[in-house]
């Protein structure tokens, strides 16, 4: 049988010294599961040597391909615009500060294609700072009971692997961290099929995360009111 392929998207964004072993980690994670692949660059218009680093690897490898942005784009925006381009049977996602442990990598890869949707949750939240871990509980529980009813996923912004054919047919409006919690709860309405599988983090070396910023906030706090008109609604 035929071995399935793989798209990776990796977005970063001032990630000099954390890009390369994201990269490594992601084709280490691979071994020998699928039978091609493809990793998506995203270089957000950063102000470091991010983009030089992510030149030399695509060099290096013809697998890999780069874009760079002429202004900061955000998270969401490099997602979307990598699942648009990819050309794989599996669309997943690994973020460009090498948060992710590479066992774990290796955990959610091995999963592709024992559902429709394949969803990673962070299972060491204490290694996070406590204002990161109470608004991960706080959105994660409000999400599930506005569109779920009770508690049904354990995480809605990991690094989860969609059947390449189902997320293309998913529009995503949201602009802001709540991207993969729209695709997720869209899909999820619709009657596919998912698991979910614990991961584990380390904590950042380089940089910092820039998900509680107040704008990301609000614009999260749009996405929920714009996904429940639509959900209840417009009856997706």
Request: hydrophobic residues 40%.
């Amino acid at each position: 049988m035929e071995k399935s392929k793989i798209s990776i998207i990796i977005p970063a964004y001032n990630e000099e010294k954390n890009i390369e072993a994201a990269v490594k980690s992601a084709i280490t994670a691979m071994g020998d599961k699928f039978g091609d692949y493809e990793i998506i660059i995203f270089n957000d218009c950063s102000k470091d040597k991010t983009g030089e680093v992510a030149d030399k690897l695509a060099q290096e490898n013809p697998k890999i391909k780069v874009f760079h942005n002429e202004v900061n784009r955000g998270f969401a925006y490099n997602y979307k615009k990598g699942v648009e381009i990819s050309s794989k049977d599996y669309i997943g996602m690994v973020p460009g500060d090498d948060e992710i442990e590479t066992k774990s990598i290796f955990e959610i890869f091995d999963s592709a294609g024992k559902a429709d949707i394949i969803i990673p949750y962070t299972a060491n939240q204490n290694i996070r700072p406590l204002s990161r871990q109470i608004v991960s509980y706080a959105f994660t529980t409000v999400m599930n009971l506005l569109f779920f009813g009770g508690w049904k996923l354990n995480y809605f912004n990991g690094p989860v692997i969609h059947k390449r054919e189902l997320i293309q047919s998913m529009p995503i409006k949201a602009d802001n961290f709540a991207f993969q919690a729209e695709a997720l709860i869209k899909l999820i309405k619709k009657g596919h099929s998912f698991i979910q599988l614990p991961m584990y983090i380390k904590p950042r070396t380089y940089g910092k995360s820039s998900a509680l910023k107040i704008k990301n906030i609000i614009g999260v706090l749009k996405t929920i009111g714009s996904l429940c008109k639509e959900i209840y609604f417009t009856k997706i």
